[in-house]
């Protein structure tokens, strides 16, 4: 249960899932971009599962630009020049940052 756990306890998945349920984003975004900054395909079920999760949350993002400013031009740059397998996943994982650049 992820109300038992301290701060450094969560996972990316709990933030996903905070992220998905709409739950505390006042901790779910920034403690997101802080996962995504050391792993950009950060995702339990799948790889950017958590970049999926943050750009598709109910939250305002607007009200986040100072963390999630910095984390765009990162994942920007990440999307050119990673080695993705797939041609499709390299699409996926671009629309989700153009999306969650859209809404900061």
């Known amino acids: 249960m ?17 992220l998905r349920q709409g739950f505390i984003p006042d901790f779910a975004v920034p403690k997101a971009t802080e996962f995504l900054l050391k792993n950009p395909l950060s995702g339990d079920m799948y790889d950017g599962e958590l970049l999926d999760s943050l750009a598709e949350c109910k939250a305002d993002l607007k009200r986040y630009k100072i963390c999630l400013t910095p984390i765009i031009p990162f994942l920007m740059d990440f999307s050119k020049t990673y080695a993705f397998e797939l041609p499709d996943f390299k699409d996926d994982f671009t629309k989700s940052v153009d999306l969650l650049a859209s809404r900061q």
């Not at 992820?2 to 905070?18: A, F, G, K, N």
């Open 2 to 18: 992820i109300i038992s756990l301290s701060p450094d306890e969560v996972d990316s998945e709990d933030v996903s899932l905070l």
